[in-house]
């Protein structure tokens, strides 16, 4: 099933690279980048986690986006943080996945308009320990497994270059057992809040 989902994902994307090369004409034009940072909340394992995602890549077209993504977890409290979390059942666990994303905005013309994203990569999750008994943490134990996700929501066109969105959606890891969480339950809803920018360049 996660393969199938990543065949689709590429897919798609090679279509949409594609088409763009296809519909290209000679001449300087703009190519236009983004820059989106988010915060929100992921279910796991029946909590709710904060999250902070980063994403940037370019424009194909005036509704369709390639880009990569980073999206940080918390699965447990860290040294000198003390926000409640326990999901994992060791001390410092995060996740983090990475990958590339397909981003759609239909209407884009319109000031507020639908998003709708599709994401397929790796997630790395593990925790940090600290071995020498002074402050900070000296070693990481990591594992990567298989990551794809979906999001819906809306877009508002601040101004040309600045959008606010909000997202909707859920992921899927392809984790096996690890700091008490079960396997593929690093996945799940998702929700974020989000800045981005766009800019031009000429090419």
């Not at 394992?45 to 890549?57: F, R």
């Not at 999001?151 to 508002?156: I, M, P, R, S």
């Not at 690890?178 to 996945?187: A, R, Y």
Request: glycine share 14%; aromatic share 8%; proline share 2%.
């Amino acid at each position: 099933m996660n393969k199938k989902i990543a065949i689709i994902v590429l897919a798609a994307l090679l279509c949409c690279i594609a088409t763009q090369v296809s519909a290209g004409t000679s001449g300087a034009k703009p190519l236009r980048w983004y820059l989106e940072a988010g915060g929100g909340t992921a279910g796991i394992e029946g909590d709710l986690l904060p999250t902070a995602s980063v994403h940037t890549g370019i424009q194909l077209g005036s509704s369709v986006a390639v880009g990569a993504y980073t999206k940080l977890t918390l699965l447990s409290d860290f040294e000198h943080t003390e926000f409640g979390l326990s999901t994992a059942d060791v001390e410092a666990a995060f996740s983090l996945a990475t990958g590339t994303e397909l981003t759609f905005t239909p209407f884009s013309g319109q000031r507020l308009h639908p998003l709708v994203r599709l994401s397929v990569g790796g997630i790395t999750t593990g925790y940090l320990e600290n071995t020498d008994g002074e402050e900070g943490y000296e070693t990481a134990h990591v594992q990567r497994f298989f990551h794809a996700a979906a999001h819906v929501g809306g877009e508002l066109a601040v101004t040309r270059a600045f959008r606010v969105t909000v997202q909707g959606g859920w992921s899927f890891a392809g984790n096996t057992e690890t700091m008490g969480i079960s396997t593929g339950e690093l996945g799940g809803f998702e929700v974020v809040i989000a800045t981005r920018i766009l800019w031009d360049t000429m090419w």
